[in-house]
C-alpha cells in the first residue's frame, strides 16, 4: 500500500510536468526535481521516461473504462448510457487536467510494445462507445440500420467533442462537469438524430443518473 501510494504520488508529479512542459521537452532530471526525489529513487518506480508515459496514460483510461464497466450494464434506456458515458468522460478529464493532456497530446510518442498495449485500450473505449451509439440509433426506430461508416464518423465525432474540453474550460464560468454532460449529449443527439431542439432525457432520469455519480 505504501509503494502504491508513493506510485501514484510520482504518477501525478509527472503528470503535471509533462503537462506543463511537454512530454519531449521533460527530463527524468527535472522530476526529480519537482518532486523531491533522487532519480535513484525514481527509478524504483519505473524503467524510463517512456514507461512513465504510458502509466499515466493506461491509468488514466483503465480507471474510466472500469467505471463504465461496472455502471453502464445497470442503465437501460440507450440515450441514458450514452448520456452516463460522456458524464463519466468529462468528470474524469475535468478532474485529472494534467493526465488528460497527457493522454490527448503525448501518448503519439509511445513505442513498441507501449504503443500497442495503449491502442488496445483505445480501441476496447472506441468499440464501446460505438456500441452505445448503435443502441441509441436502434432505439430511435428509425426503420433503417445505421452504416457501419456513419457509425464510425459519429463515434469518433463524439470523441472530437468530449476529449478536448481541458483546453477551454474554466470552472467557475463553464457548466458543471454534470450538467456539461447533458449539454453536450442533448447537441449530440439533436444532431444525430435529427430530432428537434428539446432534452431527450426525463427529469427523473436525469436525478438517477446523477446519483449514480455521486
Not at 154 to 175: C, H, Q, R
Amino acid at each position: 500500500m505504501e509503494y502504491q501510494g508513493r506510485l501514484q504520488e510520482v504518477l501525478r508529479q509527472a503528470a503535471a510536468l509533462f503537462s506543463e512542459k511537454g512530454y519531449p521537452s521533460a527530463s527524468i532530471r527535472d522530476l526529480s526535481r519537482v518532486s523531491g526525489r533522487s532519480m535513484a529513487g525514481l527509478y524504483y518506480y519505473f524503467a524510463g521516461k517512456e514507461e512513465l508515459l504510458y502509466r499515466i496514460c493506461a491509468q488514466s483510461l483503465q480507471e474510466i473504462l472500469e467505471e463504465l464497466d461496472r455502471s453502464l450494464p445497470q442503465i437501460a434506456p440507450p440515450q441514458e448510457k450514452l448520456r452516463y458515458l460522456v458524464a463519466v468522460h468529462l468528470d474524469y478529464f475535468l478532474n485529472h487536467r494534467d493526465e488528460m493532456r497527457v493522454l490527448s497530446q503525448d501518448s503519439e510518442f509511445l513505442q513498441g510494445e507501449h504503443k500497442e498495449k495503449l491502442a488496445e485500450q483505445q480501441k476496447g473505449y472506441y468499440l464501446l462507445c460505438q456500441q452505445v451509439l448503435r443502441e441509441v440509433w436502434e432505439e430511435a426506430g428509425s426503420g433503417q440500420e445505421i452504416s457501419r461508416e456513419e457509425l464510425r464518423l459519429s463515434t469518433l465525432a463524439l470523441f472530437g467533442m468530449i476529449n478536448w474540453v481541458y483546453k477551454w474550460y474554466e470552472p467557475g464560468k463553464d457548466l458543471s462537469s454534470r450538467d456539461l454532460a447533458d449539454w453536450m449529449t442533448r447537441f449530440f443527439l439533436e444532431g444525430y438524430l435529427g430530432s428537434p431542439a428539446t432534452s431527450p432525457f426525463p427529469e427523473q432520469s436525469l436525478r438517477g443518473i446523477d446519483s449514480r455519480m455521486e
